[in-house]
T-cell receptor
């Protein structure tokens, strides 16, 4: 049973436009959510997080939105740049047992 | 078999002990990773093995020694650890360095 789902395996976006990566979860007990970015031949590295008590967190070009009633979060990248081409992982953490659960990832292609 | 199996799930060791964490996958994945996660923090990448060769070492102290005996196994040898090394150690694998990640459930290490 996948508790964290990224239903789009890949996404192509024109350079300069907005990239929106989506993630759904099933467990309402998660305390915070994270996004990771992974380049080829590297491990995923942390990008941005959001606590379950907030609905938005912004860091430069990256904004994460959380809709708790829909159990949905999204990562917005504006404007998209060529270096943003990577695989993006959504993850969720339960503080009570420090368990982290990752989605399967979405590959983002930024087109010139 | 679509699992990454980590053993042991829990480990308590003294600062003079030598122990090992083990990770196993039978999905034919050629990239494997070790992550360290401290409480309430995102996982931090430690090592990446690609095609059984160490490709990334994120400046990890030498008291952590990774080993990849074959394409299905990844070990993390521990020696002379410090109490601050207590954390959850996560193993992950991917088809190749560009593929989606599969994570194990982690080995929770306590150093006394």
């Amino acid at each position: 049973d996948q508790q964290v789902k990224q239903n789009s395996p890949s996404l192509s976006v024109q350079e300069g436009r907005i990239s929106i990566l989506n993630c759904d979860y099933t467990n309402s007990m998660f305390d915070y959510f994270l996004w990771y970015k992974k380049y080829p031949a590297e491990g995923p590295t942390f990008l941005i997080s959001i606590s379950s008590i907030k609905d938005k967190n912004e860091d430069g070009r990256f904004t994460v939105f959380l809709n708790k009633s829909a159990k949905h979060l999204s990562l917005h990248i504006v404007p998209s740049q060529p270096g943003d081409s990577a695989v993006y992982f959504c993850a969720a953490i339960r503080v009570s047992d420090d368990k982290i659960i990752f989605g399967k990832g979405t590959r983002l292609h930024i087109l010139p | 078999d679509t699992e990454v199996t980590q053993t042991p799930k829990h480990l308590v060791m003294g600062m003079t002990n030598k122990k090992s964490l083990k990770c196993e996958q039978h999905m034919g994945h050629r990239a494997m990773y070790w992550y360290k996660q401290k409480a309430k923090k995102p996982p931090e990448l430690m090592f990446v093995y690609s095609y059984e060769k160490l490709s990334i070492n994120e400046s990890v102290p030498s008291r952590f020694s990774p080993e990849c005996p074959n394409s299905s196994l990844l070990n993390l040898h521990l020696h002379a650890l410090q109490p601050e090394d207590s954390a959850l150690y996560l193993c992950a694998s991917s088809q190749d360095p560009r593929g989606e990640l599969f994570f194990g459930e982690g080995s929770r290490l306590t150093v006394l």
